[in-house]
């Protein structure tokens, strides 16, 4: 009798073990992208539009730093007041912002969304100057990721997405 219920344990400790290793499904990434194409659009003619990027967080680990990001160049300086961002997928990611202003790189903020489609404003603590590019990276922090997408806004003219 003991030896039938310990048996009956160990394959109960194995599939939950299992269950615990199973894969993600994969988030519709279609859909994803054209959502985050469609809040791009949306966001695009908005007053104080000053650029966007989408790209994937997702949890290939064959990327060196799990990171994913865009860069957008300006060639007159903008005045930066904040981000607009947005996650469609599964899970959450993490999504930071670096601004340039002349040669200087600033860290500005990093905060965690949901890949729920919910838009979130982001307000910066302070309005930055005389901008000439700003970054926007993310990683998926937990679930099977999404595509991230994130406006800038402020005063100037829209920036371009770079390599």
Do not use: K
């Not at 539009?49 to 064959?62: A, I």
């Amino acid at each position: 009798m003991y030896s039938r219920c310990a048996t009956f344990a160990l394959v109960g400790a194995l599939a939950v073990g299992l269950v615990g290793c199973a894969p993600e499904a994969e988030p519709d990434w279609a859909a994803a992208e054209a959502a985050a194409q469609e809040f791009e659009g949306v966001a695009s003619s908005q007053e104080g539009f000053l650029g966007s990027g989408s790209f994937r967080v997702e949890g290939d680990e064959s990327q060196a730093s799990g990171e994913s990001g865009v860069v957008l160049s300006y060639p007159d300086d903008a005045r930066v007041d904040g981000a607009t961002t947005a996650c469609f997928g599964d899970g959450t990611a993490r999504v930071g912002f670096t601004v340039r202003v002349g040669s200087s790189w600033i860290g500005v903020t990093s905060v965690e969304i949901e890949c729920d489609g919910a838009e979130q404003v982001i307000r910066f603590d302070e309005a930055f100057d005389a901008v000439n590019a700003v970054t926007i990276d993310g990683a998926r922090t937990q679930g099977a990721g999404g595509v991230l997408v994130a406006v800038v806004s402020g005063m100037g003219s829209p920036g371009t997405v770079t390599p």
